[in-house]
């Protein structure tokens, strides 16, 4: 065992999984406020989520094929890409909700999952029909710009790309953001009344309707901003890219503890990491036996064990009291 | 029940007759199966729908097979999915414990037999593999015992969670399932990964029946096993104990339902279906690999019971039914059709169907049909088409 080795990788490897831990905490928040307002899962997500990266890749295509994309300074196209996907993903969520969720809201439990699951699968082929009409593909490619792959070498064993320090930075600022929203406003208190007591909440003056509709915008637009960054991030996208990440991203949220919000940000920074130490030790540690395709089930394992020591989650499953 | 018997003997003599005379008419096949479905849930007495049954199903729809083989095989893969949607039936429908991994049972069947009834065993034990072909019969009950075992695998550590989060657990084993499919193919080659195994022993055909034919019976015959035992338990005190806890855990256990015990069963029973499906189902593949046991199986086995309605077998049975011949017959069949329309320049609405992208090819997109299907049916008939009367109370 090349112990100098092992422990040489350990900072870079720490940094992927921080990326890829902040990736799952924007998306997991999709899911954690809407089981917290409506104890529903929202299956559907994942798509939500994928549906932003779609919206960023065809205007950065658009872009390039308009010769803007190297012309207009960067930050700005990010900002741009980004706002479109959140506002795409946001109404998207929103809209399914109208008509998948509100229709279901006090059928037994089961029914509005299984509706989530229907709208799962039809955005995704949706996805796939629009793209094969309009691009005659559906797995599309992120243009790269130059700035965006310009590494910086902190030391000699870690270096950092600009799009990862991009991917961090944006998600910081969202997620501080989204704090202060919930918890400093009055839209957040009347998210926060909702998710505690609807009856009440409408005894109150809350138009129940519209805060969850508003829930749904919330955390749609958070999975779209997610989207954005994966594009940039990883550069390729399909209509079932958005799967796997957002069961990671559910596992987050649960992991963190299901409709709690700095659990869900807790939960999808210690997945990424954990996700990032199975990726890249496992194969070492394992004489190759193992590698880093076991990382998938290295997540499921950690979520199984965690509910079956803590079925509440890590900070716990906080639907009374905050959102 | 005069008027049912006499509408049933009409239905499945007219379609017989017509599939008879349009040996390649999907619509002539689709009507034969719409008459077997009408025989099993007509009001009929009880010997005339087993000897209407019996002729449609022992003595036309082998015929039938004689002439268009690929019937033969869209009637196994119904029987394939009948059963596999019977068994989802007793975790979900009569216990109400979500699973959206099912497809993990099968596929561990389906391994249970690829493994040793293949070379591949070689790889693993050294040498004496593929077994002789007879063993089949053997590992049906392994097949049944080591995806039982699985259910009580993955039933053991899930036992304290509820709803949501059971059907994700249940989602994250059946993609470990996958993958450990996909990746077992080193250090050790078990299950030769993405590549699949192939050849699969088969048994030898009693009675020199050609094989299509054999595995017909043979499905028809597990059916047939399946359905039974369903019935029974259903009403037994098992089945009650699952329905207790289905509506009320807490009014359950404290009925003196162990609650443990009862839930370790469902799941296994559930597995043990899916898993003698799975032998038969590599047997009659002669080749699988881990793509046959993706999430979309699962939803797809999941969907068969949501929309015959959930906890009633003649329902899982429709269900199963639907979906298979929707997948098989119709998508296909209406994309072939509207190939051929393209192919042949007609206009609709004065829309040149010739002008219609490529893109849009019905089959390829049964994702966004399941999708619709399952929205609509949970927003205007949640209960599904042929409810259980039980929970048809429940749900009003």
Known sequence: MDLPLLLGILPQVLLDGLILGFMYALIALGYTMVYGVLEFINFAHSEIFIVGAFVGVEIMLGLKGAGMLDRLPWPLVLVLVLLAGMAASGLLAVTVERVAYRPLRHAPRLIPLISAIGISFFLQDAIRLFESLWRNAFNLVYPTMDVLNVRFELTQTIDVSVKSLVVIVAALAMLGVLHVLVNRTKIGTAIRAVAEDQAAASLMGINVNRIISLTFLIGGAMGGAAGVLFGVQYGLINPYTGFIPGLKAFTAAVLGGIGNIPGAMLGGLVLGLLEALAASYLSLLTGGAFGAEYKDIFAFSVLIVILIFRPKGLLGEVIRGRA | ?396
């Open chain 2, 1 to 396: 029940m005069m008027l049912h018997s006499a509408l049933a003997i009409a239905a499945v003599a007219v379609s017989s007759t017509a599939v008879a005379t349009f040996p390649r008419s999907v619509l002539a096949f689709l009507a034969f199966q719409g008459a077997v479905l009408f025989v099993y849930l007509a009001r009929v007495s009880r010997w005339l729908r087993v000897g209407l049954l019996g002729l449609a199903l022992l003595v036309l729809m082998p015929l039938i097979g004689a002439y268009n083989g690929y019937y033969l095989e869209v009637a196994t893969q119904v029987g394939i999915f009948v059963a596999l949607a019977l068994g989802l039936n007793i975790v979900v429908g009569l216990a109400g414990l979500l699973d959206l991994g099912y497809v993990a049972f099968f596929a561990v069947g389906a391994y249970a037999w690829a493994i040793p009834g293949s070379p591949q065993g070689n790889e693993i034990f050294g040498g004496g593999f593929p077994l002789p072909p007879s063993m089949f019969y053997l590992f049906l009950l392994v097949g049944l015992l080591v995806a039982a075992g699985a259910g009580i695998l993955l039933g053991l550590p899930v036992l304290r969670l509820h709803g949501d989060y059971l059907a994700i657990v249940t989602l994250g084993f059946g993609e470990v399932i996958r993958v450990l499919a996909n990746n077992l193919d080193k250090p050790i080659n078990f299950t030769n990964g993405p590549k699949g195994i192939t050849p699969i022993g088969r048994p030898p055909a009693p009675f020199g029946l050609p094989y299509g034919e054999y595995f017909y019976f043979l499905v028809l015959l597990i059916v047939a096993v399946v359905i039974v035992v369903n019935r029974r338990l259903e009403d037994s005190h098992i089945g009650r104990a699952w329905e207790a806890i289905r509506e009320d855990e807490v009014a359950a256990q404290a009925m003196g339902v162990p609650l443990v015990r009862a839930k370790l069963l469902a799941f296994a029973c559930g597995a043990s279906f899916a898993g003698v499906m799975g032998v038969v189902f590599s047997a009659k593949q002669l080749f699988i690999n881990p793509e046959s046991f993706t999430f979309l199986e699962s939803i797809g086995v999941l969907s068969m019971v949501i929309l015959g309605g959930m906890g009633s077998i003649p329902g899982a049975v429709l269900g199963a039914m639907a979906v298979t011949v929707l997948n098989l017959q119709v998508l296909k069949g209406f994309s072939l059709w509207l190939n051929e329309l393209k192919n042949a320049g007609v206009t609709i609405l004065g829309f040149n169907l010739a002008d219609l992208p490529t893109q849009f090819e019905p089959a390829k997109y049964e994702r966004m049909i399941f999708g619709i299907i399952l929205v609509l049916m949970m927003i205007f008939r949640p209960q599904g088409i042929l409810p259980a009367r039980r929970r048809q109370r429940e749900l009003r």
